[in-house]
Nanobody
Framework: QVQLVESGGGLVQPGGSLRLSCVAS????????MGWYRQAPGKQRDLVAS????????NYADSVKGRFTISRDNAKNTVYLQMNSLKSEDTAVYYC???????WGQGTLVTVST
């Protein structure tokens, strides 16, 4: 089973950028499709971006397309989410996980506000 530790969240103004990182333990990282999910207060947890095993294919939710970029470094067991042009509606706890999901990490909070 893959264990996950997310980092990189914080407070940012609208229009700003953040880069999230997720380090996975376990040698099976490279054989899993990975995704970034987010959960806003009072809402369900949704998949916002996913990346194939070797990083050749990515998919994005319409709400983040053109602003977020997912990438991975299998040598470092790490998946990234570059978030640009952030909006207040991007405020959420962000989690990485396999696709389909396994055990969740603690997530990292992103707050977009003035």
């Amino acid at each position: 089973q893959v264990q996950l530790v997310e980092s990189g969240g914080g407070l940012v103004q609208p229009g700003g950028s953040l880069r999230l990182s997720c380090v996975a333990s376990g040698s099976i990282f490279s054989i899993n499709v990975m995704g970034w999910y987010r959960q806003a207060p009072g809402k369900q947890r949704d998949l916002v971006a996913s990346i194939s095993r070797i990083g050749s294919r990515t998919n994005y939710a319409d709400s983040v397309k053109g602003r977020f970029t997912i990438s991975r470094d299998n040598a470092k067991n790490t998946v990234y989410l570059q978030m640009n042009s952030l909006k207040s509606e991007d405020t959420a706890v962000y989690y990485c996980n396999t696709v389909p999901v396994g055990a969740w990490g603690q997530g990292t909070l992103v707050t977009v506000s003035t």
